[in-house]
């Protein structure tokens, strides 16, 4: 009995020290488990990466990551680059072969009738003709015969040299005017010079701004642009686009159908307050026969006045259309006192005798022709490199 009791404190004290052991073991290996979870969490959380490759204490840091970006900015469009447009000076002479490709038939005609061994009636009957043909007008025509026939009577022998002598002298004295064929265009009493540029639809009045600019930016001035001509609406992007190239603020309104006095005005007060050395103001074509029209354009002129003078009231003509030229320019003329006029178109078919019909019918000089479609053939006229243009 006794051995009994014994082996059952035996086997109870066995039990007793196996479960402690297990119950003491237990906490340290939870706790040894989180343990190895922290420091796991702590290498790949905060600490940096040392490599074992590298020497000692190099730590390689990864690198940061690119910063957001928005969307890109819209560039602005590059500026065109300035020409460098040549002088007026001497472009006249370097046209010169191109204006007498396109007045040789005027001249020849009269060379060829002049030089006949017999001059008759009927012969001057023939050069006045010629000359009427090519626009001189009927009243210069016979002016120019009568006196043609004077010099013959009177000096008599007509060698081919004397015929063409005695011809570019009478002619010389036709296209010769007593008014200055310059151009006022010259800064003064502290102000610009302003230019009013006029005439009807189709003569080319815009393009003739644009190259009058480039000129005068060829000769060292400086220009603002007015782009008045607010009916047609491509004439202010037009005039814009001439003005860019050379370097010529353009003044415009962008409300369509704008008041063109109104833009005359700014333009005329924006060269003052830059001081610049000419203010070109462009003005909407109009036929001659609607007199609202030409009220408004004499409303222009006045509006301009009230800052400052008007120098220049250039009419642009296209010489192509002859006495119907003519009866454009009286009507300008009287309502906003033509200073000069512009020929366009006088290469080609133009004929040049129209120069001695409308200096005469308006005692107002030809100051500059336009020779060609290019950006610098527009040219300060000059008389004796036309008449010699046209005889060839």
């Not at 190895?36 to 020497?55: H, N, Q």
């Amino acid at each position: 009995m006794t051995e009994y009791i014994i082996l059952i404190v035996v086997i109870a004290v066995l039990l007793l020290g196996v479960g402690g052991t297990m119950l003491l073991q237990r906490p340290r290996g939870m706790h040894g488990v989180r343990r190895s979870r922290a420091k796991e969490l702590d290498l790949t959380g905060s600490m940096p990466k040392v490599d074992d490759k590298t020497s000692a204490g190099t730590i390689t840091v990864p690198p940061p990551a690119p910063p957001e970006q928005g969307p890109a900015e819209p560039q602005a469009p590059p500026k065109p680059t300035l020409e460098k447009p040549p002088p007026s000076a001497g472009r006249m002479v370097r046209l010169r072969a191109r204006l007498a490709r396109s007045q040789s038939g005027f001249g020849s005609a009269l060379l060829g009738l002049l030089s006949r061994d017999r001059l008759d009636d009927d012969t001057w009957d023939e050069i006045e003709e010629v000359l009427i043909t090519a626009d001189v007008g009927v009243t210069p025509a016979r002016q120019i015969t009568a006196d043609l026939r004077t010099r013959v009577k009177v000096e008599g022998t007509r060698t081919p040299e004397e015929v063409r002598t005695m011809l570019r002298t009478e002619l010389l004295t036709q296209v010769e005017t007593e008014a200055s064929r310059s151009l006022r265009t010259q800064r003064h009493e502290g102000r610009p010079a302003v230019v009013l540029v006029v005439g009807v639809n189709g003569t080319g009045k815009t393009t003739t701004c644009g190259k009058l600019a480039r000129s005068l930016v060829g000769d060292g001035q400086t220009v603002v642009l007015g782009a008045a001509d607010t009916f047609r609406a491509a004439a202010a992007d037009q005039l814009e686009t001439w003005g860019d190239r050379v370097g010529a603020k353009t003044v415009r309104s962008d409300k369509e159908g704008a008041d063109p006095a109104s833009v005359a005005f700014d333009a005329v007060s924006t060269g003052i307050e830059q001081e610049a050395d000419v203010v070109l103001v462009d003005t909407a074509g109009r036929l001659h026969t609607k007199n609202d029209l030409m009220d408004e354009l004499g409303k222009v002129k006045r509006v301009i006045e009230k800052r400052t003078a008007v120098d220049e009231v250039l009419l642009v003509l296209d010489a192509t259309t002859g006495q119907n030229g003519l009866r454009q320019a009286r009507v300008f003329a009287e309502v906003v006192d033509v200073t000069g006029i512009v020929l366009t178109k006088l290469d080609g078919t133009a004929k040049g005798g129209i120069v001695i019909a409308v200096q005469r019918e308006l005692g107002v000089p030809v100051k500059l022709v336009g020779l060609g479609e290019g950006p610098d053939d527009l040219a300060p006229f000059d008389a004796a490199t036309f008449v010699d243009a046209i005889l060839g």
